[in-house]
């Protein structure tokens, strides 16, 4: 089954960065579209960042942009989400997504806290 598990997640001061990974399993990685989405204290699941199946096309939210970086590794199923210039506000929990004919599958989250 479809399985997608985040890690690289944690406490990092106003400033810092942190690199978020999501290794996919039991699905052909290579063949999908993938996405981070985020959940902070309080608000709405918003789309972070998405990078298409090859990895030549990427999407950012306005508040990702110049800041974050979406990557992939099909070789190692495994997604990426370089972090710079972490603010408070991008305190959340960070999701990976993708969506498949059978439906969106979700990992369990990882946890970003940016407090000094």
């Known amino acids: 089954q479809v399985q997608l598990v985040e890690s690289g997640g944690g406490l990092v001061q106003p400033g810092g960065s942190l690199r978020l990974a999501c290794a996919g399993s039991?699905?052909?990685?290579?063949?999908?579209?993938m996405s981070w989405y985020r959940q902070g204290p309080g608000k709405e699941r918003e789309l972070v960042a998405s990078?298409?199946?090859?990895?030549?096309?990427?999407n950012y939210a306005d508040s990702a942009k110049g800041r974050f970086t979406i990557s992939r590794d099909n070789g190692k199923n495994t997604l990426y989400l370089q972090m710079n210039s972490l603010e408070p506000e991008d305190t959340a929990v960070y999701y990976c997504?993708?969506?498949?004919?059978?439906?969106?599958?979700w990992g369990q989250g990882t946890q970003v806290t940016v407090s000094s």
């Open positions: 990078i298409s199946n090859t990895g030549r096309t990427t």
């Open positions: 039991g699905f052909t990685f290579s063949s999908y579209t």
């Open positions: 997504k993708v969506v498949q004919l059978s439906g969106a599958y």
